[in-house]
C-alpha cells in the first residue's frame, strides 16, 4: 500500500487527508506511533510530518506542528506570486497547527541528530553542508572499486570545495586503488585532495569543518544519521585521524609481505581467515567479491602446501601471517650491528624496558 502513496494521497501538508490526520494527531497525543500505522498514509513521511525515532526505526515521531508550519509557510511564499490563493490555505492550515502545538515541544535549532530518511533528504542536507563548509571535508569510503555513479554523484561538491580553498582527505580500501575512475577523479581535484588507503575501513563517513557529520543508520544507506554533538564528532574525527596515519598514500606502492608468493592482498584475507572469518566476510571487509576472494585463498593454499582449510590456518600460523600487514612506518627499526629485542634496537649495557601492551580494538 505504500507504493500508492502518489495516487492515493495527492495533497500537501496545508490539506491533509482525513486519515493523514487521524494519525498525525495520534502520534501527536502519545509522542510516537508504530511504524506499521503509517503504512496506509505515507504522506506524512512524504512531508516529513512523521520520521523515524533515532532510538528505534520502528516507530516514527512527529515533527513539531510549528516547525511544519514554518516551512510550510516558506515554501508558500515562494510560490505566493503563480498562486495568492494558497495563502488562505496556508493560515487556515496554521490554524490547524497552532491547536496542537503545545503538545509537542519545538526541537532545538542545529538539532544534535538528525535522521534523513531518504535518498533526496541525504543529498539536500550533503548539499547544505557542502555550501557551508569553509576549510575541510574528511571522508572514508568503504567497499572496492569506486564505480563511476558514485564518483559522478558527488563530483559536483567536490568542485564547489575546490574552488572555494576547502582542503579533502579520503580514506579507501587498497583495492580502490585498481580503480581508474578514482585515479581520473584523484588527477581532476589535484593538490585539493589527498587519498590514502588500508586494507579495510569503517563505514562510510563524512565529516565537514569538523562540526558536522554523516554516517548511514541502515545496510542499504537509504537513511542516514546527520551528527552535530561536539562530543560524537571529535569522536569520528579521532577515528578517521587514527585511520589516516596507519593509511598508504595511493600513489605510493604496496609495501612487500616479505614472503615470496604472498601478495599483500593475500596477507591481509590470511589476517582475516587466521580470525575465524567466513569467506564473505573476509571480502566485504576487503572490498572485493567472495568470488575473487576464494581465488586468492586457493592461491594462497597452493603457495603455503596447504590440502585442507584447517591445514591452511596451520600454515598461515606457522608463516606468521595471522597478524595483519603493517605500514612502512610501523615495521620494526633495525640498525645494522645492533641487535633488536621485538624490533626494538638494544645498546650493551643499557636495560631495555618493554613499552606497555595495547588492548585490542
Keep these: 500500500m505504500a507504493g500508492q502513496g502518489a495516487d ?14 487521524r494519525v498525525y494527531s495520534r502520534a501527536v497525543r502519545r509522542g510516537r506511533v508504530p511504524r506499521e500505522d503509517a503504512d496506509a498514509v505515507p504522506c506524512l513521511v512524504e512531508l516529513a510530518l512523521l520520521h523515524p525515532d533515532p532510538d528505534d526505526m520502528g516507530w516514527l515521531v512527529p515533527t513539531s506542528p510549528q516547525e511544519v508550519m514554518t ?34 515541544q519545538a526541537p532545538a535549532e542545529g538539532a544534535a541528530i538528525r535522521v534523513l530518511d531518504g535518498l533526496p533528504r541525504i543529498r539536500a542536507a550533503m548539499d547544505a553542508a557542502t555550501e557551508a563548509c569553509t576549510s575541510e571535508v574528511l571522508t572514508v569510503q568503504p567497499g572496492g572499486i569506486r564505480r ?13 570545495l575546490r574552488r572555494r580553498g576547502v582542503r579533502m582527505r579520503d580514506l579507501y580500501t587498497h583495492v580502490a586503488r585498481h580503480g581508474q575512475g578514482l585515479l581520473n577523479y584523484m588527477e581532476l581535484m589535484g593538490e585539493a585532495a589527498e587519498a590514502r588507503t588500508l586494507d579495510e575501513v569503517v563505514e562510510r563517513l ?44 595511493i600513489a605510493s606502492t604496496l609495501p612487500s609481505t616479505g614472503i615470496e608468493g604472498i601478495t599483500h592482498r593475500e596477507r591481509s584475507i590470511a589476517a582475516l581467515l587466521a580470525e575465524g572469518h567466513q ?16 581465488a586468492h585463498i586457493a592461491r594462497l593454499s ?42 626494538v634496537p638494544t645498546v650493551p649495557g643499557v636495560p631495555t624496558v618493554p613499552g606497555p601492551a595495547v588492548p585490542p580494538a
Design 8 to 21: 492515493t494521497h495527492p495533497h500537501g501538508a496545508d490539506q491533509l487527508c482525513a486519515a493523514g490526520d
Design 71 to 104: 516551512r510550510l509557510l516558506r515554501e508558500v511564499y515562494a510560490e505566493v506570486s503563480a498562486s495568492q490563493a494558497r495563502v488562505g490555505d496556508a493560515v487556515s492550515a496554521f490554524e490547524w497547527y497552532a491547536g496542537l502545538g503545545g503538545r509537542v
Design 148 to 160: 563511476e555513479d558514485e564518483l559522478s554523484e558527488g563530483l559536483h561538491r567536490a568542485l564547489g
Design 206 to 249: 563524512i565529516l565537514f569543518d569538523r562540526t558536522v557529520a554523516f554516517i548511514p543508520a541502515n545496510s542499504d544507506r537509504t537513511i542516514a544519521l546527520e551528527l552535530r554533538h561536539p562530543a560524537l564528532v571529535d569522536y569520528l574525527v579521532t577515528v578517521f585521524e587514527r585511520l589516516w596515519r596507519l593509511a598508504i598514500p
Design 279 to 294: 569467506d564473505a566476510v573476509v571480502a566485504e571487509r576487503l572490498g572485493i567479491s567472495v568470488r575473487t576472494c576464494r
Design 302 to 343: 597452493e603457495t603455503l602446501g596447504a590440502a585442507s582449510r584447517t591445514q591452511l590456518g596451520v600454515r598461515i600460523a606457522q608463516a606468521g601471517l595471522d597478524d595483519p600487514p603493517r605500514s612502512p612506518e610501523l615495521e620494526p627499526v633495525t640498525v645494522p650491528g645492533v641487535p633488536t629485542v621485538s624490533g
